[in-house]
Nanobody
Framework: QVHLVESGGGLVQAGGSLRLSCAAS????????MGWFRQAPGKEREFVAA????????IYADSVKDRFTISRDNAKNTVYLQMDSLKPEDTAVYYC????????????????WGQGTQVTVSS
């Protein structure tokens, strides 16, 4: 059974940093592209970042580019999202997702999802 478990969310002041982690089990992690998405209250789930199987290729939403960094450790079956210079508009539930082979930005292209972790940025 596939499990993706996010951690690291919390409450932080604007300008602060958080590091999210997503631990995967039940899937061949190194064969999966990984993505981070977020959903704010009353809004659609939106793409944040994605990373290729090897970690050599990354893509970001324009809204987080130069502030967030996605990375992975295939030996630990874990993907990370380092979030710096946080803004109140980054407040959302953050989800990690996995899909086989190639990176993608559309949520519908991902096969497996975690339960999410809340990130709240106060002004």
């Amino acid at each position: 059974q596939v499990h993706l478990v996010e951690s690291g969310g919390g409450l932080v002041q604007a300008g602060g940093s958080l590091r999210l982690s997503c631990a995967a089990s039940g899937i061949p992690f190194s064969t999966c592209a990984m993505g981070w998405f977020r959903q704010a209250p009353g809004k659609e789930r939106e793409f944040v970042a994605a990373i290729s199987r090897s970690g050599g290729s990354t893509i970001y939403a324009d809204s987080v580019k130069d502030r967030f960094t996605i990375s992975r450790d295939n030996a630990k079956n874990t993907v990370y999202l380092q979030m710096d210079s946080l803004k109140p508009e980054d407040t959302a539930v953050y989800y990690c997702a996995a899909r086989f082979i190639a990176t993608a930005q559309a949520a519908a292209n991902y096969d497996f999802w975690g339960q999410g972790t809340q990130v709240t940025v106060s002004s």
